[in-house]
């Protein structure tokens, strides 16, 4: 029953879209009657669209064709260049053995002096030995290869050859760890609010030098590989800089607040306001702390604050500890985290002695509990971050 209803539907539509047509046709005062039948029309109409489908299949299989010898092409053109690439080392190696082990040498000093840059001289020392171990093992193949070909073809320079395989699969190693370390940095910094590519940047900013490029005899060239892990340590180090100088340390020993951040009523009018920070209440004269390394860019009296201080940490953060009893630091003075910047008072607009602390971004009051309550994890990445730098710059 369905099945005639539906050949019943097609029968009908076809009908309507292909009817008998008739033509009139006047000839040297005749006329002529053609007559054009639904089959016919249907049976032209047929063959358009058959016409039509085959066109489609065959430009689809000219594009598969050709995307498929495009790829061949750069798979060639690739396969091609790996080739180049060992063969111009088996020549370098070939024609100066002398000048390939100073430029290892150079490169080794390279790698060296960029390890001892950004990660320190005893993180160094201590890693020597299992990364370049590992590094050895976890050897590229492109590397391997090329090092048992030059020691086949150029047995004198064998000891160079693993050398070089060495010092490109270290690369890669180091290059893998900054990366995670990056990775983890910016997780840490996006937890406290902030952006991370623009802490990067700020941190990255206060550079300069004379352009000094490592240059080569020409026997061997710099590894793209290397140009990679410049730029990825150089990153890892902009974002664990901008970590170390974002506030997390207590501004106080004393643990007691007395008031949050936001709107409250003010003690002296009953109206409401906005308090811009976090109270805290402890014995007069205690120990206020610098929630983070910084440079002193206010020590004074501020209207409303009392005897103040500010400390900058880059980035557009900076930290205000107010209505201090004493202040013990110098504008231009650097300070650490945890370093004492004076004692709790009661100075300037205050009801009694506790610390007003204020964390400002771009001159912005920020509520400083997500900087002060950062989970363990975040703290953690901040620590090593912060033994890094500290190794680092000794």
């Known amino acids: 029953m369905r099945i005639s209803m539906v050949r019943k539907r097609v029968t009908d539509t076809l009908a309507q879209w292909f009817p008998d047509r008739e033509f009139f046709m006047r000839s040297q005062g005749q006329i002529k009657f053609v007559k054009v039948s639904a089959r016919l029309q249907m049976a032209v109409a047929g063959a358009i669209a058959a016409a039509l489908l085959l066109w489609l299949l065959v430009t689809l299989a000219m594009l598969v064709s050709q995307y498929s010898i495009s790829a061949e092409r750069l798979a060639l053109v690739a396969k091609q260049a790996q080739v180049e690439s060992s063969a111009s080392r088996v020549a370098a190696y070939r024609s100066s053995v002398n000048e390939v082990a100073a430029d290892l040498e150079k490169r080794q000093a390279f790698l060296e002096d960029i390890v001892t840059s950004y990660i320190g001289e005893q993180a160094a020392s201590e890693d020597a030995t299992t990364v370049v171990g590992d590094a050895t093992k976890g050897s590229s193949d492109e590397a391997a290869k090329t090092a048992k070909k030059i020691s086949a073809m150029v047995p004198e320079a064998a000891g160079l050859a693993r ?18 370390r990056a990775s983890a940095a910016e997780q840490a910094i996006r937890k406290f609010g902030l952006n991370p590519d623009s802490v990067a940047r700020a941190s990255a900013s206060a550079q300069g030098g004379p352009f000094i490029p490592l240059k080569s005899s020409g026997a061997l060239r710099l590894d793209r590989r290397f140009t990679t892990l410049g730029q990825t340590l150089a990153r890892m180090d902009a974002l664990e800089r901008g970590l170390v100088a974002i506030p997390s340390g207590a501004p106080a020993l004393a643990p007691a607040i007395t008031s949050g951040f936001g709107y409250r009523r003010d003690p002296f009018t009953g109206a409401a306001a906005l308090h811009s920070g976090i109270d805290f209440k402890g014995a007069h004269g205690s120990s206020i702390l610098a929630a983070a390394q910084g440079k002193i860019v206010f020590a004074g009296v501020k209207n409303g604050y009392g005897n103040c201080v500010e400390v900058s940490h880059g980035n557009g953060l900076v930290t205000r500890y107010a209505h201090l009893s004493s202040i013990g630091v110098r504008i231009g003075q650097k300070v650490d985290k945890g370093e004492r910047l004076g004692g709790m008072g009661s100075t300037g607009r205050s ?25 363990r994890d975040v703290l953690k990445i901040q620590a090593v971050a912060e033994q890094r730098t500290d190794d680092a710059t000794r």
Request: a neutral charge.
């Open 351 to 375: 009801t009694g002695t506790h610390l007003h602390f204020e964390v400002r971004h771009n001159d912005r009051a920020m509520n400083p509990r997500p900087f002060l309550e950062a989970n």
């Open 163 to 180: 050398m070089e395989a060495r010092q490109i699969a270290f690369v890669e190693q180091l290059t893998k760890a900054a990366a995670v």
